[in-house]
């Protein structure tokens, strides 16, 4: 049994704005900007210190979910859509 993520139209919608602002010039030069300060290249687990951590982790994970809501799969790639049909 193989199951599929649906998204629902608030979550088409939700990709669809994420498009919107970093497929523009600007918004590529923000994610570009994003990536060098978010630890997109780079380990976040360098500090003894585990919030220091955890803060790095973070900003590295939004960085991640927006580089996901342009990817053609979207929030289907998350596994963000609780629901579920059989294929």
């Not at 060098?36 to 590295?60: H, L, Q, W």
């Amino acid at each position: 049994m193989v199951f599929k993520n649906i998204m629902t139209p608030e979550q088409k919608q939700l990709k669809k704005h994420y498009m919107d602002i970093f497929n523009t010039d600007a918004g590529q030069a923000v994610l570009k900007d994003l990536q060098s300060r978010c630890f997109k290249y780079a380990t976040t687990n360098t500090s003894p210190v585990a919030s220091i951590n955890d803060n790095n982790e973070g900003m590295r994970q939004v960085l991640l979910h927006i580089e996901t809501m342009m990817s053609p799969e979207g929030m289907e790639a998350q596994g963000a859509s609780n629901t579920q049909t059989e294929v």
